[in-house]
């Protein structure tokens, strides 16, 4: 088909994919455990993959996408189009989930998060040795699956530029267009009339040499003499100096995100403008005033309506949520609504062009701070502890038994009473095998929690919870993020009776687990007639009380973790310093209350923090544990003027695989030569929820054997 077709009037830029009741985690699970074949798990996908296109239709949606389904991640599906695989993973039983999980033998690729989402993506791994082979059995294969359904369908793929900047490899652009290429004449010949590229990483700051980069790229594939038509999509924000580098191209359509960023001034016509006037990263209804006004204002040969992003960061429906407030209902949109909204918005009369609303919110008001003492002051003040003192980072393993008691409780069948002994029961093992294993900071393991933001919002005002609203973070890991809907309150005590309960169990010290202000804001979906930072201070406040309360309990270390920090990072940055200022004032808000003795612990991962380390120094925590191991320590590299203790992750616990005494020893070694020993705590990556118990002992016994072992040697 001729890259002139008409693009369709409605579509989105992609779906979630993880099943409406968490099918494909289930299936995931299933083959990981070897309770299932490898082709049980396609079969699950298939289905899927036919649900979703069969519903888009049902909706009305005009323009259908495809390839936006994974096994486990869209970037590592891209790799694998593009021949990225490393040598060593290729030999292996399953080179696919070698690279996301490991094995045995086999380290993980590292895995980061996506732009400003919580979702993760595995991190392409692009070396010297690497070479570029087109392997299109993927898309081709999902084009001719919808097509045997009844469906046309539009493949999206990551863009070469995208692909290659989060594999820190921009240089080798010439050699990954020519798969590129390759794929668009494949494609061509299938008959598919346009392909989305997916380019994101051109809505933040870019360097001229990287919009030179785009522009050859996209003349060059432009230029393809057999290909369909391209849409280059670029959501999560505004194109800025890269909008007239892509329209300077001759791509066909631009996919513009109109949430996030503005309505362009500049002139597209002769472009199609795929208009993202429908969020696809919050739950709020669409303004219809306002779509039409941002549709109506842009000057382009053809406009389609579409959502902002990939719908990927929303639940599937509201039809899914009986229990939700109808008032509260009333103001929301899922994946299904919003598809809804865009079909809507396509259908209804546009306005002539004029100017669009915007809601204006006053500032904050400035934030008067508790100050805690100097370091030095409250580090000699607090507890005596060994060197490279050995801890967790909060949670153990969530046991079926732990969620079906839960569940009970919900449906009546357990009592309370009775569901809290068993929590009693689960801590106690807890805390015995930490005793046993020779850990020197204990935690409860957190049996009583559902998920670390979850959990607090069901114990604040202002916050209301799903029954199936999941959302993908990566693999078969779900959240269900709760909806900030009105304002924050603590009308109790949250976490004070399972931590005063696990320290009463033993002598050593046991951490008060608390999510900080900043990562409860992010991983919730939050309401927009507030400045996010006002609605983060008052969750501050809350978790301030919360902070005062374990002291007064007697608990001489308080966890507050801020994994999200990095991830509300503004993609530009003009908006960074000031997010970093808010951000670290109502962290160290929520601390305040705390006194010098009271040693505060702070934790982030999986979010290359390294880029924001002068904001974590600035938290003023008196530790901070942090992802290390996944990445192979290259926050070490950033870390010798930390002014406090630090404990770079020795234990990826997002990988099945048991780390080795010798493995986990090389990493300590580096990180003593790093920073003073004086200031470096061993730990794992993240907690071990995920992770079985099994797993969770025989990688805990090797770190403190390693942990040991150098502790004799200093």
């Given at each position: 088909m001729s890259p002139t077709a008409v693009f369709p009037a409605s579509t989105v830029l992609g779906h979630p994919r993880i099943g409406p009741r968490r099918e494909l985690k289930r299936a995931l699970e299933s083959y990981w455990a070897g309770r299932s074949t490898r082709a049980e798990l396609d079969r699950v996908g298939a289905e899927l993959r036919e649900s979703t296109w069969r519903r888009l239709a049902e909706l009305g949606l005009d323009g259908l996408p495809s390839n936006t389904f994974s096994l486990y991640d869209h970037v590592l599906d891209t790799a694998v189009l593009l021949g990225a695989v490393p040598k060593r993973y290729r030999d292996a039983a399953d080179p696919y989930f070698a690279m996301a999980r490991g094995t045995e033998e086999l380290a993980p690729l590292r895995m980061t998060k996506w732009f400003d989402t919580n979702y993760h993506y595995i991190v392409p791994e692009i070396g010297p040795e690497t070479v570029f082979e087109l392997d299109a059995a993927k898309p081709l294969g999902e084009v001719r699956e919808a097509r045997a359904l009844g469906y046309e369908t539009r493949p999206v793929v990551v863009g070469p530029v995208t692909f290659l900047l989060l594999g820190g490899a921009l240089d080798r652009l010439d050699e990954v267009l020519g798969p590129y290429e390759e794929l668009l004449a494949a494609l061509a010949a299938e008959g598919v009339a346009w392909v989305q590229l997916d380019e994101p990483a051109l809505v933040g700051d870019r360097t001229p040499e990287e919009l030179d980069a785009v522009r050859r790229a996209y003349e060059r594939l432009g230029a393809a003499a057999a290909?369909?038509?391209?849409?280059?999509?670029?959501?999560?924000?505004d194109l800025g100096e890269a909008l007239p580098v892509l329209a300077g191209t001759p791509v066909e359509a631009l996919g513009l995100d109109l949430v996030r960023g503005g309505v362009p001034a500049v002139d597209l016509t002769g472009k199609t403008v795929v208009a993202g006037v429908v969020s696809g990263r919050d739950v709020w209804r669409t303004s219809q005033e306002r779509a039409l006004a941002a549709?109506?204002?842009?000057?382009?040969?053809?406009v389609t309506v579409?959502?902002?992003?990939?719908?990927?960061?929303v639940p599937y429906t509201l039809a899914a949520e009986p229990g939700l407030d109808p008032a509260l209902k009333e103001r929301l949109a899922f994946a299904e609504e919003k598809v809804a909204e865009v079909v809507a918005l396509a259908a209804a009369d546009r306005p002539a062009a004029g100017p669009i609303t915007e809601v204006s919110v006053p500032p904050a008001a400035p934030v008067a701070l508790e100050e805690r003492g100097p370091y030095a002051v409250r580090a000699a003040a607090q507890l005596t502890l060994p060197p490279l003192p050995t801890t967790t980072i909060g949670s153990f393993p969530q046991t079926g038994e732990l969620r079906a008691a839960r569940a009970a409780v919900v449906a009546g069948t357990l009592s309370q009473a009775d569901y809290e002994r068993r929590v009693e029961a689960e801590i106690e093992r807890v805390i015995r095998l930490q005793e046993r294993l020779g850990l020197d900071v204990l935690v409860h393991g957190e049996p009583e929690r559902n998920d670390m933001v979850q959990y607090f919002a069901e114990h604040l005002d202002g916050f209301a919870v799903t029954a199936n609203g999941w959302v993908?973070?990566?693999?078969?890991?779900?959240?269900?993020?709760?909806?900030?809907?009105?304002?924050?309150?603590?009308?109790?005590?949250?976490?004070v009776r399972w931590a005063t309960y696990a320290q009463s169990l033993t002598d050593r010290p046991v951490k008060g687990m608390l999510t900080g202000p900043v990562t409860i804001v992010a991983w919730s979906f939050v309401r927009d007639d507030l400045p996010l930072r006002d609605v983060v201070f008052q969750v501050a406040d809350a978790i301030r009380d919360e902070v005062r309360d374990l002291e007064a309990a007697g608990l001489r270390i308080i966890q507050v973790d801020e994994p999200a920090l990095r991830e509300l990072l503004p993609l530009r940055r003009a908006a960074q310093s000031d997010y970093?200022?808010?951000?670290?004032?109502?962290?160290?808000?929520?601390?305040?209350?705390?006194?010098?003795?009271?040693?505060i612990h702070t934790h982030l991962c999986y979010s290359d923090a390294d880029q924001i380390l002068a904001a974590i120094d600035g938290l003023d925590a008196d530790v901070t544990t942090i992802e290390s191991a996944r990445s192979g320590g290259r926050i070490l590299g950033s870390v010798p003027g930390f002014g406090r203790g630090l404990g770079p992750g020795v234990y990826d616990i997002h990988s099945p695989r048991v780390p080795a005494v010798d493995e986990v020893e090389a990493l300590l070694?580096?990180?003593?030569e790093a920073l003073p020993v004086e200031r470096v705590w061993v730990n794992p990556d993240c907690g071990l929820k995920t992770r079985t118990y099994e797993e969770?002992?025989?990688?805990?016994?090797?770190?403190?054997?390693a942990t040991r072992r150098l502790r004799v040697e200093l």
């Open positions: 290909r369909p038509a391209l849409l280059v999509a670029a959501p999560y924000g549709l109506a204002a842009v000057r382009a040969s053809r579409s959502t902002s992003c990939s719908l990927l960061h993908q973070s990566y693999g078969s890991r779900c959240t269900r993020p709760p909806i900030l809907h009105g304002d924050v309150a603590r009308p109790a005590p949250i976490t970093l200022r808010w951000a670290v004032a109502a962290y160290r808000r929520a601390t305040s209350g705390a006194s010098d003795r009271t040693q070694r580096r990180t003593v969770v002992e025989a990688s805990l016994t090797n770190v403190i054997t």
